[in-house]
């Protein structure tokens, strides 16, 4: 496959069925003559590397999400905590960068609102004002290749991803849902973790495991839940008929109707 030219693209289903799309990238340089030194939110689609990084600014230094970190230093963004965007001279935070771009008021043609997508009845903790602020854009988005430059530049998982996600099975020893200091395999996979780590089970039945595992379905985690955020409670998506109160699913999945937990 092609793959996902403008990161944060996501392939449609039927590619993602077919397995890894392939390459995706920052197409730094694909349009020509729209970057300036004083532009604002509001651009046309193009990204060069000076709209992340200050070259005059950066270091080495690191931190912990949200706070930015060393290579961003210096680098412009936007402010989201009022009612609008306003543009900021050195950020804070390294989302603030990753919205210009990826929100609301960027670019006059934008794909997508990937920043409205954290402020959803759940999403991952990556905006400062979530419950527990402990992830970074680059924990999921970066180079999958570790032989080659890190950061968000270019990756064979689209779109953009550190790690397979798209077009596998969870099985995958590395895939990303399974990264560092994030979601356990022996839990949401193999089973072998005591089952009331996750509210998601039956009569001590692990149903992640059950949904997930190699012994099981080998369902997708991406089948059942949001990336960013969603409306429903724990990343669930819209359309499964998933009742968090009543503790089922109606999902067509379910050739025998609703199934309880």
């Given amino acids: 496959a092609g793959g996902t030219e403008i990161a944060g693209g996501t392939p449609g289903l039927a590619v993602a069925d077919l397995g890894p799309v392939g390459r995706s990238r920052h197409p730094v340089g694909a349009v020509e003559k729209t970057h300036v030194s004083t532009e604002t939110v509001g651009f046309d689609r193009h990204v060069e590397c000076a709209d992340c990084h200050n070259v005059h600014a950066a270091t080495i230094e690191t931190t912990s999400a949200p706070n930015v970190y060393g290579v961003l230093t210096g680098a412009w963004g936007v402010d ?130 059950l949904h997930t595992g190699s012994a099981g379905y080998g369902i997708g985690c991406e089948a059942c839940h949001l990336n960013h955020g969603s409306d429903n409670a724990r990343l669930v998506r819209l359309g499964l008929g998933w009742s968090a109160t009543n503790r089922e699913c109606s999902t067509p999945c379910h050739i025998d109707g609703t199934n309880s937990y």
């Fill in 80 to 209: 989201i905590s009022g009612t609008e965007y306003e543009q900021k001279r050195g950020v804070d935070f390294e989302y603030e960068v990753c919205f210009k771009c990826h929100g609301d008021t960027s670019w006059s043609s934008a794909p997508r609102d990937i920043e409205a997508e954290f402020f959803r009845t759940s999403s991952h903790p990556v905006v400062e004002d979530s419950p527990d602020a402990e992830l970074y854009c680059i924990d999921c988005h970066g180079n999958a290749d570790g032989t080659q430059p890190s950061g968000p530049h270019v990756s064979s998982q689209a779109p953009l991803l550190s790690s397979p996600f798209i077009g596998v099975r969870p099985r995958e020893a590395q895939m990303l849902c399974y990264g560092s200091d994030c979601h356990a395999k022996s839990l949401y996979h193999d089973g072998t973790a005591d089952p009331s780590g996750t509210g998601f089970r039956d009569n001590g039945i692990n149903l992640h495991a």
